[in-house]
């Protein structure tokens, strides 16, 4: 069973920049893709970024593209989110999933393991 551990989460105005971490428990992390997703109010979750297993390839939700920036380091089990240039729509709850395959897929049915997720809030 895999724990993953959200931080990082926050209000910030627009313009602003947050940082997301999430910490996983177990071994295997280096072996699997991680990915971060967000589900606003009212709103089905949906994807935002992706790393693939050794940190080599990624994968990003145009509406983040350009803004946002997911990385890895598989020494400490830890997956980061970097937003900058917040807008009010980033405004969600995130969440941290570990895939069940190993490329940095955008399709939330090959993540198996979710973390608690952390509340982003940016005002206008």
């Known amino acids: 069973q895999v724990q993953l551990v959200e931080s990082g989460g926050g209000l910030v105005t627009a313009g602003g920049s947050l940082r997301l971490s999430c910490a996983a428990s177990?071994?295997?992390?280096?072996?699997?893709?991680m990915g971060w997703f967000r589900q606003a109010p009212g709103k089905e979750r949906e994807f935002v970024a992706a790393?693939?297993?050794?940190?080599?390839?990624?994968n990003y939700a145009n509406s983040v593209k350009g803004r946002f920036t997911i990385s890895r380091d598989n020494a400490k089990n830890t997956v980061y989110l970097q937003m900058n240039s917040l807008i009010p729509e980033d405004t969600a709850v995130y969440y941290c999933?570990?895939?069940?395959?190993?490329?940095?897929?955008?399709?939330?049915?090959?993540?198996?393991?979710w973390g608690q997720g952390t509340q982003v809030t940016v005002s206008s």
């Open positions: 999933a570990s895939a069940k395959v190993g490329y940095a897929s955008s399709w939330l049915s090959e993540y198996d393991y």
């Open positions: 177990e071994r295997t992390f280096s072996r699997y893709a």
């Open positions: 790393v693939s297993y050794g940190g080599g390839s990624t």
